[in-house]
């Protein structure tokens, strides 16, 4: 497998050392990564998914809105920052994979390179306060 | 190709009786390809006596910096063929996000820094470094960025058979809480993978280096582990810690190989060790 951009490794490596759940994505929406904290968010340890692509993710955990009516993934902050390249926030409930229904709020950024080539998306989430 | 060390230390020029054998100059290596394609890699005080060896003979020279750091940069102004009118000097190196290379050249390259200017100079060519793989001579040439702070990059050279992986200012180890991570994150290794020769930061001790996570350096340790990793056949340890003397520098380079795999050679760089290729 290719070496990843510099700024994809250093994403990762700042997640791993921080208290919010973070998610890292490629450009396609691919999963590369998610931290600790969100381990816990989601139900289910990194090393128990790994990489996975957007439409696996997007219905691992079920995303649904507020009247219960399912969202899909291009309706998620993180995939709106990738296909936008903007930032997005939103919030939505999710059933994580230990059973457990959680109102998350997320804010999403694209990860731009200086070319201006997009290199994935990062979003920081976190159960809101409902 | 035929590469040559000209500085091999880091951070700052520490000449003296314990540096010699090791070198006291900071970065700055000599490629030389078969075709006579001369690349010169990073501009530590390691030029100056390499400019003077130059003297006019070289008619066109390719100058390729990692970083603008002063270590990497400051015997630039001192490198005699770019006062040469018969010379052509390319120099190539990486932009930042908001300035060019001129821009941040121009930085060290002025006063009050240094009296002259850039624009002064008769024979000089400024690219800015292309994304992907390019071709100087008979090099094939590849940059990326790497772990450092600032706007820093490696470099792959290829020619033949043969590759050079150069990654003077690299910390992969950052951040990372057993290194190393796979291949595919691990900072540098597509620029490192399979190299005939990998010159490589190994700036501290193991010991040293818990005390200065996050500055851009490798241990000695780091180096091995990241040489493995990539499958090099050849390591040279590079950018010395300036505090550490020739003895040390033997001693910890020497704890850091106990158990090396016979595939993976390590020797401690040495300004005016030659390496065929």
């Known amino acids: 497998m290719p070496q990843r951009p510099i700024e994809v490794i250093l994403t990762r490596q700042l997640a791993s050392t921080l208290a919010m759940p973070v998610f890292l994505v490629d450009p396609e929406g691919t999963l590369l990564f998610y931290n600790e904290p969100a381990e816990a968010a989601l139900g289910m340890r990194f090393e128990e998914t790994g990489e996975m692509p957007a439409a696996e993710w997007a219905t691992l955990w079920s995303p649904f809105a507020q009247d219960g009516s399912p969202l899909g993934a291009e309706r998620l902050p993180l995939m709106i920052a990738v296909a936008e390249r903007r930032p997005a926030h939103g919030d939505f409930w999710i059933r994580g994979l230990d059973g457990a229904r959680r109102h998350i709020e997320a804010t999403a950024f694209p990860l731009m390179r200086v070319d201006n080539e997009i290199l994935g998306a990062v979003v920081i989430f976190w159960e809101a306060a409902s | ?277």
Do not use: K
């Open chain 2, 1 to 277: 190709m035929r590469i040559r060390l000209w500085g091999t230390r880091g951070s700052v020029a520490s000449p003296g009786a314990d540096t010699a054998r090791h070198g006291g100059n900071t970065s700055c290596v000599e490629v030389c390809g078969e075709d006579g394609t001369l690349l010169v890699l990073d501009a530590g005080t390691g030029i100056r006596p390499l400019g003077r060896v130059l003297g006019s003979t070289a008619r066109r020279i390719h100058i390729l910096l990692t970083h603008f750091h002063l270590d990497h940069i400051q015997g630039l102004g001192f490198f005699a063929p770019l006062y040469h009118p018969d010379v052509e000097t390319h120099l190539w190196g990486p932009g930042s996000a908001t300035h060019n290379l001129r821009a941040r050249l121009m930085r060290y390259l002025s006063p009050p820094l240094f009296p002259v200017h850039l624009r002064d100079l008769p024979r000089l060519v400024l690219h800015d470094l292309p994304a992907g793989d390019f071709d100087i001579g008979e090099f094939r040439v590849r940059s990326d960025r790497v772990m450092h702070p600032g706007f820093t990059v490696g470099y792959r050279i290829s020619a033949r058979d043969a590759t050079l992986s150069y990654l003077s200012d690299h910390e992969p180890a950052l951040g990372v809480p057993r290194f190393p991570l796979d291949a595919d994150w691990t900072s540098g290794h597509a620029l490192a993978q399979d190299a005939s020769l990998l010159v490589h930061d190994a700036q501290y001790s193991l010991a040293q280096y818990v005390h200065h996570v996050g500055w851009g350096h490798s241990a000695i340790e780091h180096a091995v582990a990241f040489a493995q990793l990539a499958r090099a056949r050849h390591l040279v340890t590079f950018h010395h810690d300036p505090a550490h003397d020739d003895g040390t520098i033997d001693r910890l380079t020497a704890a850091a190989c106990v158990s090396l795999p016979s595939s993976l050679r390590v020797t401690a760089g040495a300004e005016g060790a030659v390496f065929e290729l």
